[in-house]
């Protein structure tokens, strides 16, 4: 699913809706089937009750839930017909310009946050910090219908730092504050980008080590730091994880999803696939449909 702005709201990459406003949008409740959007949705419940299912796992949505959506992710909303809140649809390159001027800051961590393949999809925010979460929204919302009217040269930047803002206000603290050392954090992160632009071609963590400048040993405890995986676990869930989103949202066969994720041979896929997720492909496919 492609980025699709309101007339107006093009050039920004960032807009604020509503659930409300989503239901109207969506009279065939298409938000019920799995979609993979290439952008983020970040959602706020101001009330009312109902589920999200992102990357095959269920979540209840109530008061004061959040839910991120990053690109790519598989996701579909049930149960929401009473679910009242605000949306924020942004493209990816909105936060990577803040980040880009300001990457060692603030404006860093929400980057960190947002980029994260594995990062949390839903989580509760606390009462005394919900009335600044919804503030921040309201800000980023009132910023953004001023630029739609005057089209401000500085608009774009301004919305980006208040979107930066806003999700360091509402993320929660681990995935914006890593436990891990300022050393391994950095190490850590040129390795997630890597992994993240090769994993379907290059399968050895000695191959990014080589790449980036570092050994296999320092891959290896940067990630364990980071993320709580070894740096080859962490590569080998992030080409299971895409091996589920092709096999859970597209027809393609199971050769084909092979080939996809870095495969030549559908027997190692299959063998792959049932060693990290205890079941074979085709059998976790007929699975996911039934979800």
């Not at 702005?5 to 807009?15: D, H, I, T």
């Not at 993979?36 to 009330?47: E, Q, T």
């Not at 774009?156 to 360091?168: E, F, K, S």
């Not at 954090?185 to 080590?209: I, K, M, N, P, Q």
């Amino acid at each position: 699913m492609r980025y699709s702005p309101e007339a107006g709201s093009a050039g920004f990459g960032v807009e604020v809706l509503s659930f409300e406003r989503l239901r109207r949008m969506d009279r065939a409740r298409r938000r019920e089937r799995p979609q993979r959007p290439d952008f983020h949705v970040l959602a706020l419940v101001r009330s009312g009750s109902g589920r999200q299912v992102a990357d095959f796992v269920d979540h209840s949505l109530g008061e004061r839930s959040v839910v991120w959506i990053r690109p790519g992710v598989v996701h579909r909303w049930a149960e929401v017909d009473g679910v009242d809140g605000p949306l924020v649809l942004f493209e990816p390159e909105v936060l990577a310009g803040v980040v880009g001027a300001g990457a060692s800051g603030a404006a860093g961590s929400a980057g960190l946050a947002g980029d994260a393949a594995f990062g949390a999809s839903c989580w509760q925010v606390d009462e005394e910090d919900w009335g600044l979460v919804l503030a921040g929204v309201e800000h980023l919302a009132r910023e953004h219908a001023a630029a739609v009217a005057r089209e401000e040269p500085f608009s774009r930047a301004l919305l980006g730092h208040l979107l930066a803002a806003l999700l360091l206000r509402v993320a929660p603290p681990e995935s914006v504050r890593p436990s891990a050392a300022t050393g391994d954090r950095e190490v850590f992160r040129r390795y997630r980008t890597a992994v993240e632009e090769s994993f379907a071609r290059r399968h050895h963590v000695a191959d990014y080590a080589h790449e980036l400048g570092y050994t296999v040993r320092t891959l290896t405890r940067a990630s364990r730091a980071a993320s709580g995986l070894g740096a080859k676990r962490f590569l080998d869930e992030r080409i299971l994880l895409e091996a589920k989103r092709l096999l859970a949202h597209t027809d393609l066969s199971l050769a084909r999803c092979a080939e996809r994720v870095g495969f030549d041979d559908a027997a190692n896929f299959a063998a792959f696939f049932r060693r990290l997720a205890g079941e074979s492909p085709g059998h976790w496919r007929e699975a996911a449909a039934g979800r």
